[in-house]
C-alpha cells in the first residue's frame, strides 16, 4: 500500500505512486514509481523501479533497482544494484555494489566498492575505484585511483594525476581467462603525474611516468621523468 500526504511519500510493503514533487520518499519492499520525480530525499530498501527522471538531493538504495530516464541530484549512495537508462549527474557519487548506465555519470567525487559500468563517459574531480569500471568513452578525473578487481577499461583516460595498482596476489579468475583479469585497458592515457600497474595501453603521454608491472604500453610520451620495471613491456619511450 502506498500513503501519500502533502509533501511526503512513504511505501511499505509493494507498492506504487505517481511522479511529482516530494519532500522525502521513503520506500520499504517493493516500490515503483511512475513517472517523473522531484524530492529533497529518496531512501529505499529492497526493490525500486522509476519509470522516469529523478531528481533527488539526497539518494539512498539498499538493494537492486532501476531508472529509465536522468538520474540527477546532490549525493547518491547505492548498497546492491541499480541500473540507469540514461545520465547519472549528482555531486557525491558511493557505490558499494554496482552501477550501470546507459549514458555517462558526471560529478564531483567518486568512490566505488565494486563496479561502475558505463556506455558514455565519466568525468570527475576525484574518484576512487576499488574494483571494476568499464567505460565506453572518456574516464576524466582530476585525481584517479584504481585498485583493479576484475577487468577495467575505458577508451580515453585523462587527468591530473592518475594511479593504477595491482592487488597483491591473484584471483581464480585471473587464471581462468585473461578476459576476466585484473587489468586496465585503454587506447591512450594522458595526465601530469602517471603511475601504472597491470595496464595495456597504446599510448600513455604525460610529465612524469612511472610504468610499473604486468604493464604492456606500445609507446610513452613523457617530459620530465621516465621509469621503467623489468616486468613491463614497453614498444618506444620518447622524451618531449
Known amino acids: 500500500m502506498a500513503e501519500r500526504s ?6 511499505n510493503g509493494v ?38 527522471t529523478i531528481h533527488a538531493d539526497e539518494f539512498s538504495l539498499n538493494g537492486t533497482g532501476s531508472s529509465d530516464g536522468l538520474l ?19 555531486n557525491s557519487l558511493h557505490v558499494r555494489g554496482m552501477l550501470q548506465a ?12 565494486g563496479a561502475l559500468k558505463l ?16 567505460v565506453g568513452g572518456m574516464l576524466n578525473a582530476g585525481k ?7 577487468p577495467c577499461h575505458a577508451k580515453e583516460i585523462g587527468g591530473e594525476q592518475i ?6 596476489g591473484k584471483r581464480l579468475l585471473d587464471y581462468i581467462s585473461p578476459l576476466w583479469a585484473s587489468r586496465l585497458t585503454a587506447d591512450v592515457i594522458e595526465g601530469d603525474d602517471i603511475r601504472l600497474e597491470g595496464t595495456k595501453a597504446e599510448v600513455v603521454r604525460g610529465n612524469s611516468v612511472v610504468i610499473g608491472p604486468d604493464c604492456e604500453i606500445g609507446r610513452v610520451e613523457y617530459k620530465e621523468h621516465y621509469e ?10 620518447e622524451q618531449k
Do not use: W
Open 6 to 11: 502533502v509533501k511526503d511519500l512513504k511505501i
Open 15 to 52: 507498492g506504487q505512486a505517481s511522479g511529482g514533487a516530494y519532500r522525502e520518499i521513503q520506500a520499504e519492499g517493493i516500490a515503483r514509481l511512475n513517472g517523473d520525480i522531484t524530492c529533497e530525499a529518496l531512501t529505499a530498501n529492497g526493490t525500486l523501479k522509476i519509470k522516469g
Open 72 to 90: 540527477e541530484g546532490g549525493k547518491f549512495e547505492l548498497d546492491g544494484m541499480f541500473k540507469v537508462g540514461n545520465d547519472v549527474r549528482c
Open 102 to 113: 546507459r549514458g555517462s555519470v558526471i560529478g564531483e567525487t567518486a568512490k566505488v566498492d
Open 119 to 134: 556506455e558514455g563517459n565519466a568525468e570527475f574531480e576525484t574518484a576512487e575505484v576499488y574494483g571494476q569500471i568499464q
Open 144 to 150: 584517479l585511483k584504481i585498485d583493479l578487481e576484475g
Open 163 to 168: 594511479v593504477v595498482r595491482q592487488r597483491k
Open 228 to 237: 621503467v620495471s623489468p616486468q613491463a613491456s614497453v614498444g618506444h619511450a
